[in-house]
């Protein structure tokens, strides 16, 4: 097993961390965004949320067979896709708004901010932990290097 396979793992953890960050920032900023996208019927809609999805590297079978036969192979994450939460959007009565519909309701994002902010606290505290991964590696590749001396 190489000294360095526990660095790829949390250098891939980070990755992914920082892109589900990035996302979940997205999802905050767009969280009134009434006019984001268009469907395919050619009607604009509100911002859809967006999640992130991991999976472990080499999630298939063969893969775990590989691992087994051969230790030397590397582990991680990575994101295996970036989804839209199919949630009803928000309907509020505002007839006012001028995305209001016939009824006077205007659909809002389904982002709910409450639970992207806990979202964005678990993905900063796994980016955290992965750093604190790293630098307890790299202290033990240094004493191992001063061991050597």
Excluded: C
Excluded at 73 to 86: H, L, N, Q, T, Y
Excluded at 88 to 114: C, I, M, R, T
Excluded at 129 to 135: E, G, L
């Amino acid at each position: 097993m190489s000294m360095f396979h526990s660095l790829h793992s949390s250098a891939s953890a980070l990755t992914a961390q920082r892109l589900r960050m990035d996302v979940i920032s997205s999802n905050i900023a767009n969280a009134q965004s009434t006019r984001a996208t268009v469907n395919e019927n050619g009607e604009v809609e509100p911002y859809r949320r967006k999640m992130v999805a991991l999976q472990p590297e080499g999630a298939s079978f063969q893969s775990f067979l590989h691992k087994a036969a051969n230790a030397s192979a590397p582990s991680g994450v990575r994101v295996r896709s970036i989804e839209e939460d199919e949630t009803p959007f928000k309907q509020v009565y505002n007839p006012s708004h001028p995305d209001a519909n016939a009824d006077g309701y205007v659909e809002l994002p389904n982002v709910d901010p409450l639970k992207e902010m806990v979202d964005l606290m678990s993905a900063t505290r796994s980016y955290e932990a992965n750093i604190t991964s790293v630098n307890a590696t790299k202290s033990m590749l240094m004493k191992a290097l001063e061991i050597g001396k």
